[in-house]
């Protein structure tokens, strides 16, 4: 860091809140989080070691948290019938990427068999132009004909074609339908994105308390995207009695299934101590790694820490590395500006050499 005058470490608060990733279509929003106090002194040379400023929470992202859909690509898994040995060939020869061969077999079985799911693969291979060109009228109409027939990810799949409008008009109370359905039957996937509608309130109702319900059974299903929405939920008292102690158990099950928001979301809950034990060193671990995920609030708190020296060491080239590539995706920081200003020249073409290295491998 600048050697001219003292760097300014960051005094961080924390809220439960991160970008969640956008798809389609759009949710409703769950309450903004809190903002971001004023900065103290910190030492003055990333080089040198220094004593610490005292402990203080990160900040929550001020972007509220909009919980999404799960993308309906690619999400078929049609299981065989248990007493046929050859049923499994049309989802062996999805799995290994031969397309056209399980057209082939899907085919033959829908045709012969009336298998509902040979039905909902060739409605998932027509969806994603897989082996055929992709035709959202025939993918519809696969996934119609196995969902009458009692599939469950047919009724899913094309409840998502529904709500976007392809292979037919965008009609959200059929969506409604299939996802009920689909989520009665045990579809985590519906479960949560049912949820999102009685959220959202357009189409059904607003009941937070019914949206809850229907996360906390795809949460409890494995579903990452539901684990991070209920765990907003519990941080807010969105639908259910406040619990921090839950909200973090939730995060950290939906950052150990690789969700990147609730990766740094449970980093901020441990950094602070909030539901569950305090732990810096783990916390700082988990925004470097949601950071060179290219996730921007993670690559601004990693930034925060680095340039105060909290959980890890003073590093002030590497703090402007991240703050740098944070700015990018918008994500600007004026205390920052101001806590690593005084970079030494060298300093910042360090930081500036290392930007560029991370951009020229994106």
């Known amino acids: 860091m600048k050697i001219l005058r003292p760097i300014l470490a960051l005094a961080f608060v924390l809220a439960l809140t991160a970008n969640a990733a956008t798809q389609t279509p ?84 829908a045709q012969e068999n009336g298998d509902p799911k040979a039905m909902t693969m060739l409605g998932e291979l027509y969806a994603n132009a897989m082996g055929v060109r992709r035709d959202d009228a025939k993918a519809a109409e696969w996934f119609k004909r196995a969902a009458d027939l009692g599939d469950r990810e047919a009724m899913f799949e094309l409840a998502m074609l529904r709500l976007a409008g392809r292979g037919g008009a965008i009609d959200r109370e059929d969506a409604a339908k299939l996802l009920a359905s689909s989520a009665k039957l045990g579809n985590p996937k519906a479960a949560y994105n049912l949820a999102l509608l009685y959220l959202d309130g357009q189409t059904l109702p607003q009941d937070l308390r019914r ?21 907003t939920f519990y941080k807010e008292g969105t639908g259910v009695p406040k619990d921090a102690e839950r909200a973090a158990s939730l995060l950290q099950a939906a950052s150990l299934a690789g969700n990147v928001d609730a990766e740094v979301e449970y980093a901020i809950a441990l950094f602070n101590g ?46 402007l590395k991240w703050h740098t590539i944070a700015k990018t995706a918008g994500k600007g920081d004026p205390e920052l500006d101001n806590a690593l200003s005084n970079l030494s020249p060298e300093q910042r073409a360090r930081a500036e050499a290392a930007v560029r290295r991370w951009f020229g491998s994106k």
Request: aromatic content about 4%; proline content about 15%.
């Open 274 to 319: 909030t539901g569950t034990p305090k732990n810096e060193v783990a916390a700082v671990a988990l925004l470097r790694k949601a950071a060179k995920q290219n996730n921007p609030v993670a690559q601004n708190r990693l930034a925060r820490v680095l340039a105060s020296g909290q959980g890890t060491p003073v590093d002030g080239v590497e703090a």
């Open 26 to 109: 759009p949710a409703a929003q769950v309450p903004p989080a809190n903002q971001a106090p004023p900065a103290n002194q910190a030492p003055p040379d990333s080089n040198k070691p220094a004593a610490k400023p005292k402990a203080s929470p990160i900040p929550a992202a001020k972007k509220p948290v909009t919980p999404q859909p799960v993308s309906p690509a690619v999400t078929a898994t049609p299981a065989p019938a248990a007493d046929d040995p050859n049923a499994d060939l049309v989802y062996g020869a999805y799995q290994r990427g031969f397309y056209k061969t399980a057209f082939d077999l899907a085919t033959k079985r």
């Open 211 to 231: 949206s809850a319900e229907l996360l906390r059974i795809a949460a409890d299903a494995g579903n990452p995207e539901a684990q991070y929405a209920l765990a």
